[in-house]
Each structure stands twice: as C-alpha cells, then as structure tokens.
C-alpha cells in the first residue's frame, strides 16, 4: 500500500501528549505472557503492526490472547510446554524483534515452525541468532542466513557460555528464551550494555536472571508465572518529537509516562550533550521500568562526537538525531554505528539519501556518519522529497525536518510508520507539525 507525508514548512511543537507504547516491552509482555503459568494482564500496549503480529503468531501457537482493547491485553498463559504446532508459517511481519525472540523461544518446542516475515525482513540477518542456538543443540535451517527460518523440533537444548559478537538486545533475549528450554545455565557477555527489558520482565513472571555488568545468566527449566504489565510510552517514537521540538523555535513539549531504562536513554544523554533543554519531570517506576514525563524546549544546538559507548544506547533513534545534527551549529560525528546498517533499512545511507533530498549533504562511513550542521534558526533543509525505504523511522525523521525546512517536504513510503507508532499523524498535527498522510484512503 503505497503512502505518502506531505509536511509544510516551518511552525513549533507545543503541548502535551502520550505516544504510543513501547515497542520491545510490548512484544516481551506477550511472549512471557504466552509462556507463563496464568492470566497476564497488559495496559498500554503498542497496537502497531509490529506487537499485533507477535499477538497474532502466538494466537497460532494456541494461546489465547483478548484485546487490545484500549491498549489493554489479556493473555491466557499455556506454561512453558504449552504451544501447539502450527499447519502454516508464522508471519513476522515487518518485526525483527519478534522473529528474532521466537527464534530462540521455539528452538526449545518439540515440534517445528517456520517464521517468515515481509519484504524488509526477509532481508536481515538471521544467522546471528541461529548460530548460537545451534550451538545449544537447536536445529534450525535458513535461506542463506535471511528468513525464512525453519525451526526443527528439538530433542533437548544444553546451556552455553556466548560472547556476542555484536551489542544486540534481540540477540541476548533469543539466547535467554531458549536457555529456559536448555539444561544447565546459560551464559550471555555482552561488548557493551543493551536494552534489559527482558531480563527485567523475566524477573517480573518470578524467573532467577543474573546480570553483573555485561554478563546475564539464568537456569534452564523455571517457571514463568503470570504478571502485570504497565507498558510506559515509548522513547523511541518520543525522540521525534524530542529532536522536532529542540530544531523548532518557540517549541515547549510535554511528552507523558515515557520509559526511560538507562539502557535506551542514550539519546537523551546525545541530545543534552548537544544543548537540547530537556527536563526529567516525576521520574517513577511502572511495571518494573523507570518512566518520567520529558518536558522538551527548543535549544541552540551544537555539534558533537558520540562516545562510542553511548551507540547502543541510542541505536533507534539516530535517524532523528541526524536531523538535530544538520540543525546543530559544528560537526557531528557517529562512528561504530555499523548495527544501523542492518535495521529495517540501511539507516545511514537512507537517511544520507534523504538529507540529501532535502538540500543537505552528509558524509557517510561504513559504521557511521559525519554531519556538519548549519546552527542557527533559520531554515537548514529545502523543499523535497525523500524516500523510506519501507522504514517508519526514516520516514519520521524526515518529516520532522520540514519544521526546519524552508519548503515542503514529502515523503514516500510511509506505511510502515503505523508498524511502531499508530496515529503519529494525528498526534504530531495536535502539537504543531503542518503535516498530511496521503494514501491508498486518500488524504487524512
Ligand atoms: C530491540 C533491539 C534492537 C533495536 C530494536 C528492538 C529489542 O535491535 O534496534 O528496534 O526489542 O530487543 P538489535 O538487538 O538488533 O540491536
């Protein structure tokens, strides 16, 4: 379905609102939810594309799931030994999270499964998850290392000991889902802290997780027992209206009961080093995750290098962090930001492809990206029209950039924003961004 924004030039970001919710913990709560022992009862869930599909695979694997109702879900445990084959494919859909984890949760099932997902996803690398798992006696087969993924039933699972080779929460999550299908403990070092929401969640349905610096650990054969599970906002689909409302002049935001885990908050700390004005308003805890309310005012913004160590913490959000870049008075410089290659597009050279669109030139490396911003707040983009490579967050980031644009930006391809941020249109026009969906449906 082909889909299109049209955003006109310039205006600020004021207000209050919530976005939707947060895309991993979503996908988490179903799957523990479908594993555990009882009822788990979910609010604020993300009824984008993305959690629906992990909803609907499991739904096919027999579990019954009601909702979501109002962003509430409520999921009928089956226990660890629960599932039920499937006669056809499992579809991911557009979700690498969800392929990924269902890779390592299925690897323990004593039947087989086939995942598959959409044209994006049929392209991202699968081996990653499968070689280890393989390792732990799963038997598991590949189109070439990309999905389909074929998931043979398995005789048993023995624990290992594995060094990521590369800073991956879906990576760490699949190894620790078939490690309660494993004999023994497993063991996941990481090179550097990712996303912990699974192991907070397993805490959540009672399982014993491990975690000392970069090293997770947990037992095979424990039980889940069903929980609650407030889902906080995500900071993710936060961090365009975080970068919109610091580029814009005149902009004050609120955005509502967003999660900030330190291990996503890597933006927050880049934007702040940058100058950005943001304030932790009430910072509290909401279903075993710190969340807060983000009071965004626009700032100067100024050039910076991105510690290294602070890539993984922001690994979704450097679409939007590039716009801030070009805004940004200096130079900006990413490096080992290789991940970003391999997301629902190559985010480096689509994002370069639609700055460039936008009459602003980027230098691009293999693992990053240098950006000499323009400062000031006069306009830093022109009128143009860039493409989303069947990728939401390019194709919001770009929006956003028209707030800094001095004529209309379009973009093209923009389906698959409703796969993590349903209603992004509505919400961005309430706060101020000049924006229209044009589309199968016509205008919106
Ligand atoms: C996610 C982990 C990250 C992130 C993705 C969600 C997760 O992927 O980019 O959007 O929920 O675990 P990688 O593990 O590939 O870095």
């Known amino acids: 379905m082909s889909r ?25 709560a179903v799957m523990l939810g479908a594993i555990a022992e009882g009822t788990t009862r979910v609010s604020g869930f993300l009824t984008g594309a993305d959690a629906i599909s992990t909803m609907n695979v499991f739904r096919a694997l027999g579990v019954e799931i009601e909702g979501p109702d109002d962003g509430r879900v409520v999921v009928h445990g089956v226990g660890s030994r629960g599932l039920r084959a499937t006669a056809g494919p499992l579809d991911c859909g557009n979700a690498g999270t969800a392929m990924r984890l269902l890779m390592g949760l299925l690897a323990g099932q004593r039947f ?44 048993g699972l023995h624990a290992i000991r594995y060094e990521l080779p590369m800073a991956s929460a879906q990576l760490k999550s699949a190894l620790l889902l078939a490690g309660l299908y494993a004999e023994g403990e497993t063991v996941v070092v990481e090179p550097a802290p990712t996303r912990d929401h699974t192991e907070r969640m397993l805490r ?15 037992r095979g054969g424990q039980a889940l ?21 610091s ?10 009961h967003v999660g900030i885990n330190p291990t996503r908050t890597g933006c927050l700390e880049i934007l702040r080093r940058m100058g950005a004005d943001i304030e932790i308003v009430s910072p509290r805890q909401a279903g075993g995750e710190p969340v807060a309310d983000l009071r965004v005012r626009s700032a100067p913004l100024r050039g910076i290098e991105v510690p290294p160590e602070l890539v993984p913490l922001a690994i979704d959000e450097f679409p939007a962090l590039f716009v801030a870049a070009c805004c940004a008075e200096g130079r900006t410089v990413v490096r080992g930001a290789e991940e970003l290659r391999v997301k629902e597009s190559d985010r480096i050279a689509a994002m370069a492809e639609g700055l460039a669109a936008l009459g602003f030139a980027t230098q691009t490396t293999d693992d990053g990206i240098v950006i000499d911003g323009r400062g000031g707040d006069d306009a830093v983009f022109r009128a143009g029209r860039g493409l989303a490579h069947h990728d939401h967050r390019i194709a919001m980031s770009l929006a956003i950039a028209a707030l800094r644009s001095s004529g209309i930006v379009e973009v093209d391809d923009t389906a698959n924003v409703a796969t993590s941020f349903p209603g992004f249109v509505g919400l961005a026009r309430g706060a101020g961004l000049d924006i229209e969906e044009h589309g199968a449906g016509g205008r919106r």
């Open 225 to 245: 027992h069903a929980a609650s599970v407030d889902v906080p906002a995500d900071l993710s689909s936060a961090a365009f209206f975080l970068v919109g409302a």
């Open 4 to 28: 299109s924004f049209r955003v006109g030039p310039g205006g600020r970001l004021v207000g209050r609102l919530r976005v939707p919710g947060d895309k991993s913990i979503s996908h988490r």
């Open 204 to 218: 959540g349905f009672g399982v014993d997780v491990r975690s000392d610096d970069r090293v997770v650990s947990l």
């Open 247 to 256: 580029i814009a002049p005149g902009s004050d935001l609120v955005l509502e």
């Open 112 to 155: 087989e499964s086939t995942l598959v997902g959409d044209e994006s996803l049929s392209r991202r690398p699968m081996r990653r998850v499968a070689e280890p798992l393989q390792r732990m006696g799963a038997r598991i087969e590949t189109n070439g290392g990309c999905p389909p993924v074929r998931i043979l039933p398995s005789d």
